[in-house]
């Protein structure tokens, strides 16, 4: 077998918030043994401290990777999300230290199209009240505000994998579905794309949110956009918490417009199990409150564990950076007995002719070259038949604008 240049049992892998045990077999079956794995996220003091000797680290939506914490990960070489979401990661803190970042996209995408559909079948009929009054020993048999789904128009903002899976099923429940997005999409079935948020808001009985957080969809439904649903309408959100205005929505609920809401994700969430979770939307009994569990299946959470390991063990193995989100992929085939350079890089003239220049000096024969750059970053792998010195490597490191140089496949130091 080919070698790997560091002792696997030296790449020390950090592993937080309950990652599902998938991901710690994957990677034992790899042969990466040093793995250390918390139920908890992690303080940015705790994680600067924590960072430091780690190669490797996986984690969910609730760490936060600043810049701070990127600047103490000495040897960091790649993150992984286990989960959708990759806003928790400071991308450009990690890009410009030629770190990639993985995640995995569509793992979990059927947990939260089932919940968000099941919230919206219970609220319109009024269950989570009627549920609450007869744990107290009441009984609300009514039929009043209770109605079917069937021919109710449902409104999703944002049709990625999320809104699209979402709108599949609730049509075949019956609903009509309509959808918003910043980018004409293809429709599923028969939802029809609308030309406007507004148009949206006003036009669906159930206004459902799937956009990722970037700064176009921060706070994007406020006040304003509230007040052009229907009075009877109902609110979902399970993206992210930066997306609504939390404090207009439940003035919005008190003043008995709405038929009634479901969060699933908050603008501040608990760190963990322990701490109090604190809403102006506690205590509204026609209010789903959910502590972000969305994607939260064991199904997703196997899945995502294999899907992201797999991802940080190809990268760590060859190199391999195909799905990043924020570095330049490059897809490389298996290479036994040769030699492989790992070249990160601002992505500036004159860097690929220094690079090459250094391995004819050094009379090093290039036997397959992959180059892929994006603004920020030029990433170069090199295969190379022949066996170099430390005084290659060396050059390599000096070259202008080098971020990072990795050695695999060699007796040589994992990270030169
Ligand atoms: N609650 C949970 O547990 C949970 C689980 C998974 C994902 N999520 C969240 O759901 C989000 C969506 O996931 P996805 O996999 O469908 O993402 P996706 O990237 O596939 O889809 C997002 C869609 O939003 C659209 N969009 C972006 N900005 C927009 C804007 N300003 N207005 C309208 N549309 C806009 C994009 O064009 C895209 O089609 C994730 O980013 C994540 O934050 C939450
Ligand atoms: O981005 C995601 O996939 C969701 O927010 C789920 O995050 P979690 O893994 O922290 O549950």
């Known amino acids: 077998m ?61 760490t936060q990777l600043t810049e701070r914490v990127f600047a103490a990960a000495e040897r960091l070489t790649a993150v992984g999300c286990f989960c959708i979401g990759t ?16 995640n995995a996209p569509y793992s979990n995408t059927r947990s939260v199209a089932e919940l968000v559909l099941a919230e919206a079948i219970m609220l319109l009929r009024g ?30 903002i944002g049709y ?34 609308v030309g406007s948020l507004e148009e949206l808001l006003a036009r669906a009985d ?53 038929l009634g809401a479901a969060i699933d994700v908050f603008p501040v969430e608990p760190k963990g199990t322990n701490e109090e979770f604190v809403s102006p939307l506690r205590g509204k009994d026609n209010v789903i409150l959910t502590p972000h569990i969305g994607g939260s299946t064991l ?50 003239p004159g860097v690929m002719s220094e690079i090459n220049k250094v391995l004819g000096d050094e009379g090093i024969n290039i036997s397959a070259q992959y180059l892929q750059t994006n603004s920020g970053v030029g990433y170069v792998v090199i295969d190379v038949d022949k066996a170099y010195g430390p005084k290659a490597l060396e050059a390599l490191k000096r070259v202008n604008h080098t971020l990072r140089l990795r050695v695999l496949y060699s007796e040589s130091n994992f990270e030169a």
């Open 2 to 62: 080919a070698k790997t240049s560091l002792d696997k049992s030296k790449i020390k892998i950090l592993l937080l918030e309950g990652i599902h045990q998938s991901a710690v077999d994957n990677l034992l079956n790899a042969g990466y043994t040093n793995i250390e794995t918390l139920s908890t996220s992690l303080s940015e003091d705790e994680l600067v401290e924590k960072i430091r000797d780690v190669h490797f680290i996986g984690l969910r939506s609730r």
């Open 206 to 258: 159930v206004v459902s949110l799937h956009v990722p957080d970037v700064p176009s969809t921060r706070w994007m439904i406020g006040r304003d956009q509230l007040a052009l649903m229907k009075q009877t309408a109902i609110f979902i959100n399970a993206s992210r918490g930066t997306v609504v205005d939390i404090e207009a929505l439940a003035e919005v609920l008190e003043s008995g417009k709405l």
């Open 87 to 102: 806003n928790q990661v400071d991308l450009n803190a990690a890009l410009e230290r030629g770190i990639p970042v993985f």
């Open 299 to 348: 199904e997703a959470q196997e899945n995502i564990g294999i899907e992201v390991s797999e991802k940080l063990i190809t990268y760590s193995d060859n190199g391999t950076t195909i799905t990043s989100v924020n570095f330049p992929e490059v897809a490389l085939p298996a290479h036994p007995d040769k030699h492989r350079l790992l070249h990160i890089h601002e992505n500036v």
């Open 160 to 193: 990625g994998s999320i809104g699209a899976q979402l709108s599949v099923l609730a049509e075949s429940l019956g609903f009509d579905v309509l959808y918003y997005d910043v980018i004409t999409k293809l429709a599923m079935g028969n939802a029809r794309q």
């Open 127 to 156: 269950i989570p009240e009627k549920s609450t009054r007869a744990h107290q020993g009441g009984w609300l048999k009514s039929a009043k505000n209770a109605h079917e789904a069937r021919g109710k128009t449902l409104g999703i």
